[in-house]
């Protein structure tokens, strides 16, 4: 029952009743921790009419305290909400009529943590590392093909890139099964699954279509992947909301994969009036969205994050000196993750308000220092090209790929598909570009 407050702002007072004044039949409903209150308070009554008379030098009597619950309930964890992503793929117009100013009109707003069929626990207070290494009992990591039913190939190219990654088969790894809500944890489900990809068992493919029928029974109504229907959506939305899940799993340890996956910001301006320095800081998130900035037709992934660190004519006013002009706002990362996921956004939007998708080639390379955008101090900026989720065609349709590496050897995963390529990781990509670029952090 809601509790409403009355017309002078302050909560209604609520009268106490003693076990003599209850009606027998209602004694019971009460709640345990009122009736601990009402006997401590009979108890103190009777005490007090015994109790002989108290000399006038004697202190007075303590009130007596009440009974305190044993335990207080864990506020459940809330993740803070991801960036809506913009994103070129089979479902490119509807993410990029999402992000248009022009188009889109009010966004709507909700929660980004809907029933998911997985229990919500509280974070741990210290993040503990995850190992990059492949367990040893797992023997040699297997690449093999998976099983496209239609237009799921954004589902496939993800989970090949997640699949070949040891951060995240170990976070998997600790999740321990047994107390999800039987047959509707995607974690559950994920984790039996690279299980049996890596070990080659013959099940896998039946386990990769259980994965789907468990995010179409748990996910939200309002993504495409839950409808269990062949439609053609968006690989990093599907990527998010996997690293997500698996996050907020109560049986995983929700630390490792925040250690693992997630990148944080703090952002700082100097008003030029006054010199006053302001900071903030952004939550934390799985992936960062960079814009692609060509120059000469071409762009390099340290262009792009040069212009995603530094955002220029920004109108912010000044608490200091109360003046409101362009700022120029420059963002460092304060959290480094052990795998940085980088998603190029590869649309642009027309005078007229329509979407194109931006086929620019962008230099990626194989080591990156990430020293450069860090904050003063941070330790292990060095990192290493892993995997890429790659597309090819237009915004309303297309295809995704995977490639990953192992050790020095790339594969590239094509649906069912596999095979080795010569020459590197951007080697013979003919009209595919790279659209979500995976980075392991070196020791």
């Known amino acids: 029952m809601a509790i409403t407050r009355s017309q002078n702002g302050k909560l209604p007072a609520k009268k106490i009743l003693y076990d003599e004044q209850f009606p027998t039949h209602l004694r019971r409903q009460r709640p345990l921790q009122t009736r601990k209150k009402e006997k401590v308070a009979k108890r103190s009554r009777v005490a007090t009419s015994s109790a002989p008379p108290a000399p006038a030098s004697a202190p007075p009597r303590a009130a007596p305290v009440a ?31 999402a992000t248009n100013p022009v188009a889109a009109g009010t966004a709507t707003s909700g929660s980004t943590r809907q029933a998911s069929g997985v229990a919500r626990r509280a974070p741990r207070a210290t993040a503990p590392s995850v190992a990059g290494a492949w367990p040893p009992t797992l023997g040699r990591p297997r690449a093999r093909g998976m099983v496209n039913p239609s237009q799921w190939c954004y589902r496939r190219s993800v989970l090949q890139s997640l699949f070949s990654t040891p951060q995240f088969f170990n976070v998997l790894d600790s999740h321990v099964q047994g107390r999800c809500p039987g047959g509707n944890c995607v974690t559950c ?15 896998m493919r039946n386990q990769i279509m259980r994965l789907d029928q ?20 968006d690989a990093h939305d599907f990527h998010a909301y996997l690293v997500r899940t698996v ?19 703090q952002a700082s301006w100097t008003c030029q ?13 799985g992936s960062i969205s960079v814009p692609i ?35 120029r706002r420059i963002k460092k990362i304060r959290i480094l ?68 590496r192992d050790g020095n050897r790339v594969t590239e995963f094509d649906d069912t598909l596999t095979s080795s390529v010569q020459g590197g990781m951007l080697a013979d990509l003919g009209s595919f570009t790279p659209y979500i670029v995976s980075y392991v952090r070196q020791p």
């Not at 984790?191 to 013959?202: E, K, L, Q, V």
């Not at 996050?247 to 910001?265: D, L, N, V, Y």
């Not at 302001?278 to 998130?285: F, H, I, L, M, Y």
């Not at 000196?321 to 700022?327: H, K, M």
């Open 67 to 97: 009974a305190l619950p044993a335990a207080l309930p864990a506020a459940p964890f809330v993740a803070p909400s991801a960036a809506p992503p913009a994103a070129p793929s089979s479902a490119l117009s509807r993410a990029a009529r």
């Open 337 to 404: 993750p052990e795998v940085l996921n980088l998603h190029l956004l590869r649309f642009a939007w027309t005078p007229r308000g329509q979407s194109v998708k931006l086929k620019d080639n962008v230099h990626i390379p194989d080591e990156l220092d990430i020293s450069r955008w860090a904050v003063q101090g941070s330790t292990r900026t060095k990192y290493r090209l892993h995997s890429m989720v790659l597309h090819a065609g237009g915004l309303n349709s297309g295809h995704y790929i995977a490639r990953a």
């Open 247 to 265: 996050e907020e799993a109560r049986c995983t340890t929700s630390a490792q994969i925040q250690a693992g996956f997630q990148i944080a910001h």
């Open 273 to 285: 009036r006054c010199g006053r320095i302001s900071t903030s800081t952004d939550p934390p998130s």
């Open 214 to 233: 468990t995010i179409a029974r748990t996910g939200r109504q309002s993504s495409g992947w839950t409808r269990n229907r062949q439609t053609q959506e």
């Open 189 to 203: 489900a994920l984790r039996t699954a690279i299980r049996d990809y890596h070990s080659g068992m013959p099940t």
């Open 293 to 327: 900035n060509p120059r000469n037709g071409t762009a390099t992934i340290q262009s792009c994050l040069d212009t995603y660190h530094t955002e220029n004519g920004l109108q912010i006013r000044c608490d200091g000196c109360r003046s409101n002009i362009d700022r």
